[in-house]
């Protein structure tokens, strides 16, 4: 219970007063700009933007710089802001076929058409610490080689061919929105997909690592996992056709999973997605395997308990702004509450001491 | 429909153009035509779709920022702008590049306006693919000494 308190006025302006202060930091040292922080700490401003579920890097940059790279709290300012904006409409559904990729490589394909391509990747660089970077210096220009141009396929199409792989049921039906009605239960595909996609990355890895580690064992490779850019395309009313309103980056992850067959189906392999805003490896994996986890009961699979199968432990607790807003509450005034608490831990205690005392004698 | 598909084809090159280069192409002409709102620049949200498994149902992935205006030139004709990010300034302009690719002056705002535009971009994206290119594995097998 919360009781309007008066009084603290002053102690809040000085205590934001002071928070600008520290988040400026010594005068000693230059202050970031925006710019700065979303060129060069490209993979923050990613995160944000994936879990705040809104792509503006901008303004990603910006929450981050006000939210001294506290990542929840930039998160959280995200949020907060776009539920200010006014919806223009629902884009059509990207073409991740289409994309221009950055990176694209496959764990069950050597000879993948379009090729192994690691793009700008930390996976295999020795993961010691750097101190040329201590110091200011040009980066040499990276190596250009023949250009693609043509689209990369996606591997799954490939075990599609031969029947191998389950394939997506393809419609156009319209998927229901998590920021325009609240979250019910049970809740299918698409609405597992969009709370995933923008759950906490801590805890989409940690439920996708339990399902590794023999919680609802599913064995996945990746097929294929690409990151770059793809068009983002909107009809228009007032043209009556469609144009691209922009592009963002994307990064896809298809896995391929042990079979499901059934007494008029051969085995085949089963599929699970993963598709993050900006450059966002370990959460589009991770998002790949708890989508698939999640996915039992339509395969026909048996409920082994596992968190990671249970659909609402996993998407009542994967978003970080509902979580920590009902955690970090706790700290704020409860005095009432607390008051009743002590009279009832009085009573008891009176209540039996006086046993105590009526045992002695 | 040729009409429909250039149109298409220069909005959606207007929304994914950098800001920055825009301004300073149509400040280096001087067109500054007159023309009255029809909707003042507005900044708003739209809800980006994926497919599952990149080929199925759809579902929301989540909302990118757009900012749109449209206006009315003083010789009739009518322009949109839909571009990505919160910048007044530059659906504004895409408006006006709209309106003047409908009109006489079509020409010369395609030469001086678009053409760079999407020179830029195209070099943009073929020196990623290129670099991206330059990672891609050779992959060779080891000769083993065996006979």
Known sequence: MYVAVKGGERAIDNAHAWLAEERRGSLDVAELSIAQIREQLALAVNRVMAEGSLYDPDLAALAIKQARGDMIEAIFLIRAYRTTLPRFGYSNPIDTADMACDRRISATFKDAPGGQVLGPTFDYTHRLLDFALAAEGEVPEAPQGQARTEPTPHITGFLNREGLIQT????????????????????????????????????????????????????????ELRIGKVEVEMDIPELGFAIDIGEIEVTECET??????????????????????????????????????????????????????????????????????????????????????????RKLRREAMGEVQEAAE | MAAETNRRAWMSLLAKAPAERLRVLWDAQSFAPEFN?????????????????????????????????????????????????????????????????????ADVVKATVLEPLEKAMLDARETRAAKAAATKVDFFTMVRGED
């Open chain 1, 256 to 345: 391929v999973n042990q079979f499901a067959g059934s007494k008029t189906e051969p085995p085949q392999f089963t599929r699970g997605y993963g598709l993050v805003f900006g450059q966002s490896e370990r959460k589009s994996i991770s998002m790949a395997l708890v989508d698939r986890a999640l996915r039992w009961k339509e395969l026909g699979e048996d409920n082994m308990g596992a968190p990671a199968q249970d659909e609402e432990f996993v998407l009542y607790h994967s978003d970080n702004i509902q979580a920590t807003g009902f955690l970090e509450h706790i700290k704020l005034p409860h005095y009432v509450d607390f008051q009743s608490e002590l009279e009832l831990i």
């Open chain 2, 37 to 105: 709102w029809l909707r003042a620049p507005e900044i708003g949200a739209t809800m980006v779709r994926g497919r599952t498994g990149g080929t199925g149902a759809p579902f929301n992935l989540g909302e990118m920022t757009v900012t749109r205006c449209s206006l009315q030139l003083a010789s009739g004709e009518v322009g949109h702008g839909y571009v990505q990010g919160r910048d007044k300034d530059k659906a504004k302009l895409a408006a006006l590049v709209d309106a003047l690719m409908q009109g006489d002056k």
């Open chain 1, 168 to 223: 997506e049921d393809e419609n156009d039906d319209v998927p229901g929105d998590l920021t325009r009605e609240p979250l019910e239960l049970p809740a299918d595909r698409a609405l597992r997909l969009q709370s995933l996609t923008r759950g906490d990355e801590g805890f989409v890895l940690g439920m996708a690592y339990s399902t590794q580690r023999g919680y609802a064992r599913n064995h996945a490779f990746v097929g």
